[in-house]
């Protein structure tokens, strides 16, 4: 056996190293903020916001401003008690100065600063300032202006009073460092998203955001004096509702806090939200088990009480919770999270405090409102007949070997390589381009699934009317993690589906209803970054010899300028173009051009995917004449 290679080098007291104050994270920025990417880029701005957000909770605080400064530099103010001023009695030095340098220094460890907080582990602040190239903190407090001003985490002076104020609150001025992140240029719509939901989570507070970057200037502000109720009228916008109003309560026990919001919609699937101390919990826990068990059992109870339900007729979970929007928001004072990202909500009492809210306040409503009740149950028992019929369509499909990823569809075009995170499966429309990417393709990685016709509209259609598909069965067998609540990421084949489809209007209709099918049924892809839209050239232009490929009305304005006139192909379809071409300019790693599918806003997301897709041609119609003008080259 091979010896191993040892380092040559020595290893004792001298290369133990200790960082100091801020070092460890400009060392390992990943470890404090996830990543160095756009996401982590944000999530500077969400910090300091968040401590403005605590300042809201302990009711000190009711407008927030967010601006993106002409230069590029962020800038969070607020009107909360601003961070203390005095000097610190062990560190001898501002309280500010100890918070923007120290990690895990802040008011949220006891002391009576602050009894509920998003931010938790004192390091919001002290992380933005490590990883800013320069950052400036104001504070108004006790009829003064404060100012200090820092570079790469270090103070450039003691903390100092620069005027006088009436006001109260925090500013904070910060420039990402380039150094660290890979962009620092911050994404209007990403922080607007966050601002939105946190408006909606906190009644009656003020947020304003402003761009002021030449040529992108906007404005915008929210205030929801409903708060979470408001969120749930706007997830159902567009939608006939089974209450005139969402059911809304907000319930306190002792120090914790239940805030509930539900309205039925007509749709098939289900819109729930769960957030703890305004930290978006994407994988639930215990406050969101509370309200799924409370909920399927309060509505059985209800059906039994009036009739609807016989003897040992039942209801699950998955029928009562068809069609609902709904918000659960739970503010505490000890939240303990599973894992480091803050998703999941760990307390356990926080089942018990739901459920009991959910049977006081939503089973009281139902017994006072039998009319509701009744139309509620007669649904449920319409999705329980659904589900049913779906189970057996599964079962006689899984039968039939239609959805075991065993037995793969005849049409797929597999590739060699077994690694998933290696693979990437092509959608292509018609058995014509299909027949065009199985010969230009790179068969080791790259699998074709040719798909005939439109596939069905799902907004509009139950379960078991989707699971009768034979387009779909084909996609759900050939990319291997299942749908819905059978969803398991883990056995995907393919890292990258890849949505190919011909740049006219019947190919963007393909494509809108592969992604409403994948949004609906298979929410991860999307979620996790695994769809893309392929970016087949518009143009071939011919001058003499020389070919050129353009993939856009502006790439052939700027191309034809330079090269002055040149013989001009329109592709139309995918099937135009020969095998060598489309590899070439469509499939070839090294050259094509790809659109990843992102969903930063889900409620923009659910809204969009209902007007587009559902049952109101109204809605589609309004739609399309306020964005007509947006079209600069309709392909008719």
Same mark, same amino acid.
């Given at each position: ?11 004792? @007291? ?12 400009? !060392? ?40 993106? /400064?002409?230069?590029?530099?962020? %800038? ?20 500010? @100065? ?34 800013? #190239? ?8 006790? +009829? ?7 570079? =790469? ?16 609150? %925090? ?21 607007? %998203? =966050? ?14 955001? *402003? ?27 567009? =939608? ?39 930290? /978006?919990?994407? #994988? ?8 799924? /068990? ?47 990202? !803050?998703? !999941?909500? +760990? ?58 990823? %065993? ?16 693979? @990437?499966?092509?959608?292509?429309? $018609? ?8 010969? $230009? ?72 209803? &592969? ?41 052939? @304005? ?25 590899? *070439? ?10 659109? !990843? ?14 007007? &587009? ?7 589609? =119609? ?15």
């Amino acid at each position: 056996m091979e010896e191993k290679r040892k380092v040559e080098q020595n290893y004792g @007291e001298g290369q133990i190293q200790v960082l100091e104050g801020l070092d460890p994270v400009r !060392k390992r920025p990943g470890m404090y903020i996830g990543s160095t990417d756009a996401r982590g880029l944000h999530h500077l701005v969400q910090e300091i916001v968040d401590n403005s957000i605590d300042e809201a909770l302990s009711g000190y605080c009711d407008t927030i401003g967010v601006t993106i /400064n002409a230069d590029g530099s962020c %800038t969070v103010r607020d009107n909360g008690r601003g961070i203390p001023t005095a000097l610190h009695h062990t560190e001898k030095v501002s309280a500010v @100065e100890v918070v923007l340098t120290k990690l895990h220094a802040g008011g949220k460890f006891g002391g009576g600063g602050y009894k509920i907080s998003g931010g938790l582990h004192g390091v919001g602040l002290s992380v933005v300032n490590a990883l800013s #190239e320069w950052l400036e903190v104001e504070v108004f407090q006790n +009829g003064k202006h404060y100012k200090q001003v820092y570079n =790469r985490g270090i103070p450039q002076a003691p903390l100092k009073v620069i005027g006088e104020s009436s006001e109260t609150g %925090t500013k904070v001025t910060f420039m990402p460092d380039d150094e660290i992140f890979e962009s620092v240029v911050f994404v209007y719509d990403t922080i607007k %998203t =966050r601002l939105r939901e946190l408006a909606y989570l906190n009644k009656g507070l003020t947020i304003h955001m *402003e761009d002021r970057r030449e040529g992108q200037e906007k404005k915008d502000t929210f205030y929801y004096e409903g708060g979470i109720a408001h969120f749930v009228e706007d997830l159902n916008k567009n =939608r006939e509702t089974l209450f005139p109003k969402p059911f809304y309560f907000d319930e306190f026990f002792g120090d914790n806090e239940v805030e509930i919001a539900i309205q039925y919609n007509d749709s098939y699937s289900e819109n729930i939200y769960s957030f703890a101390n305004n930290i /978006n919990t994407e #994988e639930g826990g215990a406050h969101l088990d509370g309200f799924k /068990n409370s909920l399927t059992k309060i509505i059985n109870d209800a059906g039994k009480n009036i009739g609807v339900l016989k003897n040992d007729e039942k209801v699950s979970g998955e029928d009562v919770r068809e069609g609902i929007s709904a918000v659960v928001s739970v503010k505490l004072t000890e939240p303990q999270f599973e894992g480091q990202t !803050k998703t !999941k909500l +760990g307390n356990s009492e926080m089942r018990t405090l739901v459920a009991r809210a959910m049977t006081e306040k939503f089973g009281a409503y139902l017994e006072e409102n039998p009319a509701i009740t009744k139309e509620l149950l007669m649904r449920c028992l319409m999705a329980q007949r659904a589900r049913e019929a779906a189970r057996q369509a599964r079962e006689s499909t899984r039968r039939k070997g239609a959805l075991e990823s %065993t037995t793969l569809p005849g049409k797929l075009a597999d590739c060699s390589e077994k690694n998933p995170e290696l693979c @990437e499966i092509y959608l292509v429309e $018609g058995d014509s381009a299909g027949g065009s990417a199985k010969q $230009g393709r790179d068969r080791r990685f790259q699998a074709i699934l040719p798909l005939r016709g439109k596939i069905l509209n799902v907004e509009k259609v139950r379960i078991n009317k989707v699971l009768e598909n034979e387009e779909i069965k084909s996609m759900i067998t050939a990319f291997g993690g299942g749908m819905l609540d059978e969803f398991d990421e883990s056995k995907l084949r393919y890292d990258r589906i890849i949505c190919m489809t011909d740049a006219d209007v019947d190919g963007s209709h393909i494509r809108i209803l &592969l992604l409403t099918f994948f949004f609906r049924f298979m929410r991860p892809l999307i979620e996790h970054g695994h769809v893309y839209i392929a970016q087949p050239p518009l143009y071939k232009a011919t001058k003499g010899k020389t070919e050129k490929y353009l993939y856009s009305d502006k790439e052939l @304005e700027a191309y034809l300028a330079e090269a002055g006139k040149c013989d001009i192909q329109r592709y139309k379809g995918l099937g135009e173009m020969n095998p060598e071409q489309l590899w *070439e300019t469509t499939m070839n790693p090294e050259t094509r051009t790809m659109l !990843k599918v992102t969903m930063e806003d889900a409620v923009d997301a659910n809204e969009m995917f209902s007007v &587009l897709m559902g049952e109101k041609p109204e809605l589609r =119609r309004a739609f399309i004449e306020q964005n007509a003008k947006l079209v600069a080259d309709l392909d008719v």
